[in-house]
Nanobody, 122 residues
Framework: QVQLVESGGGLVQAGGSLRLSCAASGRTFSTYARGWFRQAPGKEREFVATISRSGGSTLYADSVKGRFTISRDNAANTVYLQMNSLKPEDTAVYYC???????????????WGQGTQVTVSS
């Protein structure tokens, strides 16, 4: 079992930055690839970014490429999402997830955090 807890969400003006963190406990952190997804009201869950178990491979949604950076610290059992140049359309609940492979389909992840709200004002 893996427990995931997100933090770092909040309210920010357009053009600002936030860094989300997701701390893991339970089974060995480095065993799992990690992903970030988001869900806005009335919309489906959307892939944001994913990182491989070693951290050597990453993938981003086109909508965040060049603005967001995913990283991980296996010693600290934590994955991060640095979000720059935020836009109002980035407003959503952000979820971190853990799974065996880094992929952009949410069903491929086995464990999920409770989510953290990110609100970007115009």
């Amino acid at each position: 079992q893996v427990q995931l807890v997100e933090s770092g969400g909040g309210l920010v003006q357009a053009g600002g930055s936030l860094r989300l963190s997701c701390a893991a406990s339970g089974r060995t952190f480095s065993t799992y690839a990690r992903g970030w997804f988001r869900q806005a009201p009335g919309k489906e869950r959307e892939f944001v970014a994913t990182i491989s178990r070693s951290g050597g491979s990453t993938l981003y949604a086109d909508s965040v490429k060049g603005r967001f950076t995913i990283s991980r610290d296996n010693a600290a059992n934590t994955v991060y999402l640095q979000m720059n140049s935020l836009k109002p359309e980035d407003t959503a609940v952000y979820y971190c997830a853990a799974g065996l492979t880094a992929q952009n389909f949410w069903r491929g992840y086995d464990y999920w955090g409770q989510g953290t709200q990110v609100t970007v004002s115009s």
